[in-house]
Structures are given as C-alpha cells and as structure tokens.
C-alpha cells in the first residue's frame, strides 16, 4: 500500500494521508492553543444598536476593566474583530446593517445578545419598528439579560461565551 | 459669427463640459456610520472634494422605536420607564420635563421637599451624562486618558444615584407629583463630599484635557457658529451657548424651585469646537454650586410624594413642558383628551435640534475635523431618534 | 434627617385634596384668559370665571401684549386658543400661516421653532400642526412659547412650509411628513427621515395605524 502512495500519479492522495494522521496527532494540542488565542482575544465590532452602549461603555471604563478579561475595545476595522455585542434594541432599519456586519466578518465570530430588546424585544416587545429579539437575524451565543443589564454581566456573559468557545471543537 | 468661429465655440464648450465632468468626477461620497469607531446609530453621507467636506446629508434613525406611539397606549404613570430609555444615562432629566408636564395636565401640587430632590437628582444627572460625552469626546480625538478619567468618576457619582434610586442609570425617579421616594440615611454629606472630590477633578480635566495644545489645535478655530446662524438654527444647550447665547432653560423659565438658587448661564464667545467643548465644563462646575445650595435650602423633613389615583386623568388639555438637560432644552407637548392616556405626545430634543447644525457646520471644513465637530455638537442619536 | 423610603402614612383623605389641586399655587396651569374662538377685544362673559380669575388678570397682560398685536395686524384670520401665563396658542388658516409666521419673527420677536408636532383628529377629519416658537434674542420673551397651530384636511393633507421663516424647522417638518403625513409644500425634501428605508405602511402616528395586539 505504501509502495501505491509512493507512486508520483499518487502524490495527492500521499499528501491528504500524511496530512490527516498529522491533523489527528495534533488536533487535541493545536485546537487547545488555536482556542487560548481566541478566548483571549475576543474583539467586538464597535456597532452600537441602542442605548445599551452606554453599560458597554462602562464596561471598558477603569472600573470594570473588560480589557483584563481579554475583550478589547475596539476601534479598528470589522475585519479584525471576532465579536458582536449587540447593544439594545435593534430595530427596522439597523437589522441589515447588523446581518451585514456580521457577514462581512470573518470566521470564526460569535454574538453575545445584550439587554432584554436584543433578546425578545422588551420594552418595546409592542412598537411597530422593533425586531423582537436579534436571533431571527443572527445566530447568538450568549444572552445577557437586564435593562440594561450591568457592567458586570456583561462580563459574566462573555466569561461564559470563553468557557464556550474553550469546549468547542477547530474545524 | 464665421464658420471658424463657431468651430472654436463649439469646441470651448465641450471642453468646459470635460473639466466640469472631471470636476465632479474628482468628487468622492464617504459614508460615516452607521458602524464606526465613534458612537455608533447614527450615518451620515459626506461628499469630500480632496480634503474638504463640499456636502453632508444626516441619516438618523437607526433607533427610532416609536416612543410617541407606544405613548398613546400607556397611562400616563406606565409611560415613565420606556421614556427614559433614549437617554439613559440623562434619565432624571428626560423624565423630569414629562413629569412638569403631567402635573400640569392632572393638576397635581409637587411637595417642596419633593421639588428639591428632584433638582439634585436631574443636577447629578446631567453631570453623569456630561462624562460620559466628555469620555466619548476624548475618544474621538484619540486622547485615550480622557476616556479613562471620565468614566472612572462617573462611576462615584452614579454610586451616590444609585444609593437614591436604587438602580445604575435608569432611575425612574422623578414622577408625576414628586419622587419615587426620599433620600437615603447620610446621603447628604456623602453628596457633599462628593461635590468637593469632583470640583478638584474638574481642574485635573482642564489641565490634562484642555489645555492640551494638540486638542487646542484640532479644535479652535474649527467649525465656528456664528451667534446669527445659531439662533437661525434654533439650536440648543451647550452649542447655543458656545455661541454667545446666555440661554438657559433653568434661567429662563425657571421651573420647581430653580428660581431661589443662585448661579450664573455660563457661556463663551469664540463660537468654535472648543467653545462647545468648553461649555459642558462650566456647566459642570456650575451644577456643583447648584447641588451645594441644593442640599443646603432643602427642608429638613416633608412629603416627598403628592398623592395620585391610580390611573391619574386631567380634564382634557394641552401642556408643553421644558427642562434644561444635558444637551439643551428638552420639551414634552402632551395633548389629553380627558382618558388616563394621552392622546399625542411629542418629544423635542435637544440632540434633534442640534443635528440642523452639523450640515451647517461640515460643509466647508476639512474631513479631518469631522469627529471633533461631529461630537461637539452635544448629539446623542438614540434621543434624536426616540 | 430623612423620612425612610415611605408612602406617606396616615394620609388617606389626602389624594382627592391633592389631585383637585388648587389653582392658585400653580400659576402655570390656571389662568385661562381667552376661551376658543371668542377674539381679544370680548373678554370671557362668563361671570365666575372672572370672578375666580380676577386676582390673576395682572398676570397674562404681556401676553395678551403679544397677541393685542397680531390681531390688530390680521384681524380675523387669527384665532386665539388660549392665553396662559408663559404660553399663547392661536390658530391660523393655513393660506395665512407664512405671513402671520413672517411678521411674529419680524415684529413679536419669536425667532426659532422649539418642535413642530403635528396631530391627527380622526374625529374631526383634521390633522393640527403646532409650531412651538421660542426667543433666544429678546430677554423678555425668553421665557414664553408661542404655539402657532394650523389645521388641515387629513385624507389631503396639504400646508405650506414655513422653512422660509424658520430654518429651525427642516428637519421636524420632515419629521412629520413622514411621522403624520403632511406634506409640506416649497420643503426642500419631503422624503424618508427617520423610519426606515423599505417603511410601505401608512404613518405610523395617523390614528388608524395600531401597533399589533393592542
């Protein structure tokens, strides 16, 4: 068998071997560092929806300090971040531009649903201009309930987000 | 006109439509927003000729949750916590103005005691609200500490709110015929001491911020309202007086018990970006003095809660309300036909009226200067939209 | 020093008191001097309203000032709903509003719009457009509102703009084309503003439009 690999016309199908019995020796090591680096350096894209964005904005203040939890302010391009928070509400008119921020991101990017209008709508469950809840758009991860909620569950949300991403398996 | 002649016209005009062509051509749309690393729901289009802005067109909107409308089908007590959402963290003031106008429409008498500690909780407010545009606008010129500052201190005084009212920023506290309820044990001297640690602060801001000669170059000179075009726009708050307008809301039609406590409009003449950054500093230092005379005049005990029905109606009437707030005159018209609900409420905000200026203010200055313009303007989108 | 976190005990008769709040305390909320329709000149005939008002007829006298002149000026067209203290309402026929509006910011002195709101009365088969006019340049005037309100027919709903007047009103006037759905006539853009782009209901503040389930 291995003289049939050895064999030049069967070069492509050596390399796919090698590589998966390479893949499955490293697999449990590589995917533990490729998730440390994600777990700690999870980037929201600087989309704010709604009013929530003021208890995000706290967040990263000196008090509550997300920076220390791996969760960057960010001021740079979508393209370089990996996180959505979406802040509040999200109504009629923000729903594309959120499905388009999302999509424009690369993989992988995980949702963490702030506030109880991301989550079902809340307070304005009955206005005629207001998603009830943002999981009809984009796939959440975690939801952080409360109106708004605070800074610090904010940080319990994306502490749970980190054990998730720490459990789930590198395609 | 010979042959030749018109040739040669002919000729110039086609060549005067290729340069007019690569006129425009030289012309270039940016879109701002509604994802951008500065506040965020809110877009606007500029049109940019090299450096300078020649066009810009506001987009608001993206927070529109029809606050008017879900109004109509509340009672007038159910409508204070959806309200107060557009400004958050400005929430004693937005729902201040809404509870004048209440009263006015229900007949009801405010308590003394009631009157005073709804001005304290509006003063910190606006001084809370004020830190955190400050931190924003320190963000938006890039100076990273004034992020860190602001919001560091705000988190001291929303402590002391949080003792009053029993939550972090959305209070719920000022309500049709007073306060929710009275002051906590010691929440006086710790008021107090408070003030003093935070007037020391705001000293520490202005050397660190504003005098600051990178941020004296971005902003003076920039983007200058004059004190016609300001009144021609009908802007308010801190960007009408950052244009030489003594105009204050809390002087002018002096509402509770504003007209017994002593303080100065603050305003400034230089009409630029920095004067409406200025601005919001001096009011802070002002609502210092005014929270000392506050708590000094304050009735020792009291009523802090006139007593309503359940579902309070008023006969049917109009009422149109205003308060000073953090970013202007913020007034509520209701319109009662008689049931516990109104029948029409329309916010005018501040930031709505503000956000005429910016149009006003970008055409002819550079792409560069558009942060500081942009945020100088006193604008939050979430309350222009409402 | 303080009273702990308290309803207020012992106070049971207390509320009809409170809510039948005495006239007198607010001065904001009593004094209405014209009732609708009836012209400056005839003061209301009704004898106990004067008698109950009487101690108070000092107060609206500026006001009254105000209005004494653009009645003067425009005679009948001008409708007066109210004089409060602070606060003066008077109806327009909508022909007139640009000029009364032209002349209240060159002669009365109110220089910009505060909000414009515009209000649907199914019943009627009205919509009310009230422009709230403030004064930033006089000082006597600092403290009042103006509200210049005009009617128009809802199923064609058609006003004159007044941003010729007020530059202050571009943005509620669009505001409330598309919030009530009047269109302003000579208004540079009568186009989507705050609602969304692919908005293909009726305005949503008309009286017929209902949020679901309510």
Same mark, same amino acid.
């Given at each position: 068998?291995?003289?049939?690999?050895?064999?030049?016309?069967?070069?492509?199908?050596?390399?796919?071997?090698?590589?998966?019995?390479?893949?499955?020796?490293?697999?449990?090591?590589?995917?533990?560092?490729?998730?440390?680096?994600?777990?700690?350096?999870?980037?929201?894209?600087? +989309?704010?929806?709604?009013?929530?964005? *003021?208890?995000? #904005?706290?967040?990263?203040?000196?008090?509550? /300090? @997300?920076?220390?939890? =791996?969760?960057?302010?960010?001021?740079?391009?979508?393209?370089?971040?990996?996180?959505?928070?979406?802040?509040?509400?999200?109504?009629?008119?923000?729903?594309?531009?959120?499905?388009?921020?999302?999509?424009?991101?690369?993989?992988?990017?995980?949702?963490?649903?702030?506030?109880?209008?991301?989550?079902?709508?809340? +307070?304005?469950?009955?206005?005629?201009? *207001?998603?009830? #809840?943002?999981?009809?758009?984009?796939?959440? /991860? @975690?939801?952080?309930? =409360?109106?708004?909620?605070?800074?610090?569950?904010?940080?319990?949300?994306?502490?749970?987000?980190?054990?998730?991403?720490?459990?789930?398996?590198?395609? | 006109?010979?042959?030749?002649?018109?040739?040669?016209?002919?000729?110039?005009?086609?060549?005067?439509?290729?340069?007019?062509?690569?006129?425009?051509?030289?012309?270039?749309?940016?879109?701002?927003?509604?994802?951008?690393?500065?506040?965020?729901?809110?877009?606007?289009?500029?049109?940019?000729?090299?450096?300078?802005?020649?066009?810009?067109?506001?987009?608001?909107?993206?927070?529109?949750?029809?606050?008017?409308?879900?109004?109509?089908?509340?009672?007038?007590?159910?409508?204070?916590?959806?309200?107060?959402?557009?400004?958050?963290?400005?929430?004693?003031?937005?729902?201040?103005?809404?509870?004048?106008?209440?009263?006015?429409?229900?007949?009801?008498?405010?308590?003394?005691?009631?009157?005073?500690?709804?001005?304290?909780?509006?003063?910190?407010?606006?001084?809370?609200?004020?830190?955190?545009?400050?931190?924003?606008?320190?963000?938006?010129?890039?100076?990273?500490?004034?992020?860190?500052?602001?919001?560091?201190?705000?988190?001291?005084?929303?402590?002391?709110?949080?003792?009053?009212?029993?939550?972090?920023?959305?209070?719920?506290?000022?309500?049709?015929?007073?306060?929710?309820?009275?002051?906590?044990?010691?929440?006086?001297?710790?008021?107090?001491?408070?003030?003093?640690?935070?007037?020391?602060?705001?000293?520490?801001?202005?050397?660190?911020?504003?005098?600051?000669?990178?941020?004296?170059?971005?902003?003076?000179?920039?983007?200058?309202?004059?004190?016609?075009?300001?009144?021609?726009?009908?802007?308010?708050?801190?960007?009408?007086?950052?244009?030489?307008?003594?105009?204050?809301?809390?002087?002018?039609?002096?509402?509770?018990?504003?007209?017994?406590?002593?303080?100065?409009?603050?305003?400034?003449?230089?009409?630029?970006?920095?004067?409406?950054?200025?601005?919001?500093?001096?009011?802070?230092?002002?609502?210092?003095?005014?929270?000392?005379?506050?708590?000094?005049?304050?009735?020792?005990?009291?009523?802090?809660?006139?007593?309503?029905?359940?579902?309070?109606?008023?006969?049917?009437?109009?009422?149109?309300?205003?308060?000073?707030?953090?970013?202007?005159?913020?007034?509520?018209?209701?319109?009662?036909?008689?049931?516990?609900?109104?029948?029409?409420?329309?916010?005018?905000?501040?930031?709505?009226?503000?956000?005429?200026?910016?149009?006003?203010?970008?055409?002819?200055?550079?792409?560069?200067?558009?942060?500081?313009?942009?945020?100088?303007?006193?604008?939050?989108?979430?309350?222009?939209?409402? | 020093?303080?009273?702990?976190?308290?309803?207020?005990?012992?106070?049971?008769?207390?509320?009809?008191?409170?809510?039948?709040?005495?006239?007198?305390?607010?001065?904001?909320?009593?004094?209405?001097?014209?009732?609708?329709?009836?012209?400056?000149?005839?003061?209301?005939?009704?004898?106990?309203?004067?008698?109950?008002?009487?101690?108070?007829?000092?107060?609206?006298?500026?006001?009254?000032?105000?209005?004494?002149?653009?009645?003067?000026?425009?005679?009948?067209?001008?409708?007066?709903?109210?004089?409060?203290?602070?606060?003066?309402?008077?109806?327009?026929?909508?022909?007139?509003?640009?000029?009364?509006?032209?002349?209240?910011?060159?002669?009365?002195?109110?220089?910009?719009?505060?909000?414009?709101?515009?209000?649907?009365?199914?019943?009627?088969?009205?919509?009310?457009?009230?422009?709230?006019?403030?004064?930033?340049?006089?000082?006597?005037?600092?403290?009042?509102?103006?509200?210049?309100?005009?009617?128009?027919?809802?199923?064609?709903?058609?006003?004159?703009?007044?941003?010729?007047?007020?530059?202050?009103?571009?943005?509620?006037?669009?505001?409330?084309?598309?919030?009530?759905?009047?269109?302003?006539?000579?208004?540079?853009?009568?186009?989507?503003?705050?609602?969304?782009?692919?908005?293909?209901?009726?305005?949503?503040?008309?009286?017929?439009?209902?949020?679901?389930?309510?």
């Amino acid at each position: 068998m291995i003289k049939d690999l050895v064999n030049p016309s069967n070069f492509n199908l050596m390399v796919s071997k090698v590589g998966d019995i390479l893949v499955r020796a490293l697999d449990t090591p590589l995917g533990y560092a490729i998730n440390w680096g994600r777990v700690w350096s999870l980037w929201p894209v600087h +989309l704010e929806t709604a009013c929530c964005s *003021v208890e995000f #904005g706290a967040a990263s203040g000196p008090r509550y /300090d @997300v920076e220390r939890f =791996g969760i960057i302010e960010a001021f740079g391009s979508l393209r370089q971040c990996d996180l959505v928070v979406v802040q509040g509400t999200v109504t009629r008119k923000m729903a594309p531009r959120l499905r388009m921020v999302y999509d424009q991101m690369p993989e992988p990017k995980y949702v963490i649903a702030m506030g109880a209008c991301a989550i079902t709508g809340g +307070l304005y469950i009955d206005s005629y201009n *207001v998603l009830p #809840g943002v999981d009809g758009i984009i796939p959440v /991860d @975690v939801y952080v309930p =409360g109106c708004p909620p605070r800074p610090e569950t904010l940080i319990q949300g994306t502490m749970l987000l980190q054990e998730k991403i720490k459990r789930s398996k590198i395609k | 006109m010979s042959d030749q002649e018109e040739r040669i016209s002919e000729t110039t005009r086609l060549g005067l439509e290729i340069v007019k062509e690569a006129e425009e051509d030289r012309l270039m749309t940016l879109s701002v927003g509604p994802q951008h690393p500065g506040s965020g729901h809110f877009r606007f289009t500029v049109k940019v000729d090299g450096d300078y802005i020649v066009d810009c067109d506001p987009d608001p909107g993206y927070v529109h949750r029809g606050e008017e409308k879900m109004c109509e089908y509340r009672n007038f007590i159910q409508n204070i916590p959806h309200l107060e959402r557009p400004v958050i963290h400005d929430s004693s003031n937005i729902t201040y103005s809404y509870s004048l106008a209440v009263e006015e429409l229900v007949k009801i008498d405010v308590p003394r005691r009631a009157q005073f500690i709804r001005a304290i909780a509006s003063e910190l407010n606006r001084q809370v609200y004020t830190l955190y545009w400050l931190a924003i606008y320190g963000i938006f010129l890039g100076h990273s500490t004034m992020f860190m500052w602001p919001t560091g201190d705000r988190e001291l005084l929303i402590d002391l709110l949080e003792a009053l009212t029993g939550a972090r920023v959305t209070h719920a506290y000022n309500i049709p015929g007073g306060v929710r309820n009275d002051i906590p044990y010691g929440f006086k001297d710790r008021c107090l001491r408070q003030v003093s640690y935070f007037e020391g602060r705001l000293k520490e801001y202005e050397d660190i911020f504003y005098n600051n000669p990178l941020l004296r170059q971005r902003t003076e000179g920039v983007a200058v309202l004059t004190k016609e075009d300001a009144i021609k726009l009908g802007v308010t708050g801190s960007v009408l007086r950052a244009s030489g307008v003594p105009y204050d809301i809390r002087k002018a039609e002096p509402y509770d018990i504003y007209d017994e406590i002593d303080f100065n409009v603050q305003y400034m003449k230089t009409c630029d970006s920095f004067a409406r950054a200025y601005v919001p500093l001096l009011d802070m230092r002002e609502s210092c003095h005014i929270i000392r005379q506050l708590l000094d005049k304050m009735p020792e005990s009291g009523e802090v809660r006139a007593k309503l029905q359940p579902n309070p109606k008023g006969p049917p009437g109009e009422a149109y309300r205003r308060v000073e707030s953090g970013r202007g005159a913020l007034g509520y018209y209701i319109v009662s036909d008689g049931t516990p609900r109104p029948y029409r409420v329309k916010i005018s905000v501040g930031s709505f009226r503000n956000l005429l200026a910016l149009p006003h203010l970008l055409v002819g200055s550079k792409l560069g200067d558009m942060p500081s313009v942009y945020w100088s303007l006193n604008y939050w989108p979430v309350e222009a939209d409402r | 020093m303080s009273k702990s976190n308290g309803s207020p005990s012992g106070n049971d008769k207390g509320d009809v008191a409170s809510i039948v709040a005495s006239n007198n305390d607010l001065p904001t909320t009593s004094v209405e001097q014209g009732e609708t329709g009836s012209s400056i000149a005839s003061k209301p005939s009704s004898s106990s309203a004067v008698q109950l008002k009487s101690e108070k007829t000092d107060l609206p006298q500026f006001e009254r000032g105000i209005v004494d002149g653009l009645v003067s000026k425009f005679g009948n067209s001008i409708k007066i709903i109210y004089i409060k203290p602070l606060r003066i309402k008077i109806e327009v026929p909508p022909k007139d509003i640009v000029e009364v509006a032209s002349h209240i910011r060159d002669e009365s002195g109110f220089d910009h719009a505060e909000s414009v709101s515009a209000t649907d009365y199914p019943k009627t088969g009205d919509i009310e457009v009230i422009y709230h006019l403030g004064s930033y340049t006089r000082e006597n005037l600092s403290s009042h509102i103006l509200a210049l309100s005009t009617r128009t027919d809802r199923d064609n709903a058609r006003l004159p703009s007044l941003i010729k007047v007020f530059k202050s009103v571009e943005y509620h006037e669009r505001e409330s084309f598309e919030m009530v759905g009047v269109y302003f006539d000579n208004h540079p853009r009568n186009d989507r503003f705050l609602l969304p782009e692919d908005w293909a209901d009726i305005p949503p503040l008309r009286k017929e439009f209902r949020i679901k389930g309510r």
